[in-house]
């Protein structure tokens, strides 16, 4: 059910990456939500985007939802039409909505942050310390100066926290899994690259993969270089083209077929679909390497083709 909210407070972490109070009109409670959640907000032409709450420890007001948003001057116009907005300005979002929640094991968690994706680790990291849970976070970002929370999250967590810089201290992720212990339950946010490694490791160090929880914080469906394909609906016969640019879903929907999906960035698992042939090129975090090699399943979300056509089961 979307939701009217209003930019309560505006203040900047780093040169692009800007932190946003939002509250109801009226100043009425808000939906609860817990670690992991995000919200959807509804950006008129450039679609929606998600952006993950932010709690602090200590910090916990029922009236009041956090954000933060990266400016990405060469994307796609959402983040920058978010740091265009004003103290006062109002605006629709769908959620909370939960799809990388902490899971209740007894072991230690790790979480394991990329850029701006350490934004849901920040509320990880205050759920598991006000429950007194083991954890760790390791924060990587480019360099130190583009690193947005270092200081708050130090005084909050002290040296639970780990900082890593690729120009200087770079995270060494073999390393790092070599580390865990066999009930580490391992939560990863940031770019494709990252958890992509991250995942890696993980795996060759032993880590089971459900163990392992992902959250995708950049879209992965466009890339340069890529080509138009067909696909084709089984149940129909019907063929449609996906040019570059467009995602399957793009195609499908424009052409009136009921489709189930949600996150739109290759992570929730909600779009998975049967592939009866043809070939994908995966492009999500859901799918394990051996599904992915399979070729029998895919994320319509993103995921593209290799082949010249594929065959789905809708
Ligand atoms: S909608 Fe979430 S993986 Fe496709």
């Known amino acids: ?21 939002l509250t109801a009109p009226e100043g009425a409670a808000l939906p609860n939500w817990a670690a992991g959640a995000h919200l959807t907000f509804e950006l008129g032409e450039v679609g929606t985007r998600c952006y993950s709450l932010i709690r602090w420890p200590g910090v ?5 939802y956090t954000i933060a948003v990266q400016r990405e001057d060469d994307g796609d116009g959402g983040s920058r039409k978010m740091h265009a907005l004003a103290v006062g300005d109002r605006i629709t979002a769908q ?26 680790m920040i ?14 976070l390791v924060y990587a970002a480019r360099s130190a100066d583009v690193m947005g929370f270092a200081n708050p999250l130090q005084s909050a967590f002290g040296t639970g926290v780990t900082l890593r810089y690729d120009d200087t201290a770079p995270l060494d992720l073999d390393a790092l899994m070599g580390t865990l212990t066999p009930d580490t339950h391992l ?21 089971s993969e459900d163990q392992i929880h992902i959250e995708l914080f950049t879209n992965s469906a466009s890339v340069d270089g890529d080509t138009a394909f067909e696909v084709e609906i089984s149940s129909t016969g019907a063929v449609y083209t996906v040019p570059p640019g467009k995602t399957i879903i793009d195609v499908l ?19 998975q679909t049967d592939v009866i042939s043809g070939t994908p090129d995966h492009r999500d975090v859901v799918l394990s390497d051996a599904e992915k090699a399979s070729g029998t399943l895919m994320q319509i979300c993103v995921s593209r083709a290799k082949s010249d056509r594929l065959v789905l089961d809708l």
């Open 1 to 21: 059910m979307p939701q009217t909210l209003i930019i309560q407070a505006i203040r900047d972490e780093t040169d692009r990456i800007r932190v946003f109070d």
């Open 60 to 64: 916990d007001d029922p009236a009041c």
């Open 123 to 136: 509320s990880m990291a205050t759920a598991l310390h006000g429950a007194n849970r083991p954890f760790r």
């Open 187 to 207: 939560y990863i946010c940031g770019p494709k690259g990252m958890i992509d490694a991250a995942r890696t490791a993980a795996t060759a160090g032993g880590q």
């Open 253 to 271: 929907e424009a052409e009136g077929i009921d489709l189930i999906y949600d996150c739109q960035r290759g992570d929730c698992g909600i779009c």
């Open 95 to 120: 959620g909370p909505k939960n799809d990388f929640e902490l899971r209740d094991h007894p072991g230690p968690a790790l979480l394991l942050a990329g850029g701006i994706g350490l934004t849901p």
